[in-house]
Nanobody
Framework: QVQLVESGGGLVQPGGSLRLSCAASGSIFGIYTMYWYRQAPGKQREWVALLVSDRSTNYADSVKGRFTISRDNVANTVYLQMNSLKPEDTAVYYC???????????WGQGTQVTVSS
């Protein structure tokens, strides 16, 4: 019912920056909370950032102060600006949209971020 498509991943050196994009199929930001997750090989998927429809945000301790989640309502797109990247940030990054009533959660296909010299 809702499709999410991530883009913007790639190879970057430590200390560099990337901006990930998550394009949604409909106007979802008024009723969905948006999340970014990431998963490295052999590890559990971990929550990175969230954005509520009123623009309240929260971040995992590992990325706080370096990553920023934001949205463009006209483009129906959520972003993750990643600065001061570290090798431990290497993972596949996923966008997700969630609402509680009725319960729905959708996932994008993921985009690879590799931080390496």
């Amino acid at each position: 019912q809702v499709q999410l498509v991530e883009s913007g991943g790639g190879l970057v050196q430590p200390g560099g920056s990337l901006r990930l994009s998550c394009a949604a199929s409909g106007s979802i930001f008024g009723i969905y909370t948006m999340y970014w997750y990431r998963q490295a090989p052999g590890k559990q998927r971990e929550w990175v950032a969230l954005l509520v429809s009123d623009r309240s945000t929260n971040y995992a301790d590992s990325v706080k102060g370096r990553f920023t989640i934001s949205r463009d309502n006209v483009a129906n797109t959520v972003y993750l600006q990643m600065n001061s990247l570290k090798p431990e940030d290497t993972a596949v990054y996923y966008c997700s949209a969630w609402r509680g009533v009725p319960h729905r959660q959708y996932w994008g296909q993921g985009t690879q971020v590799t931080v390496s010299s």
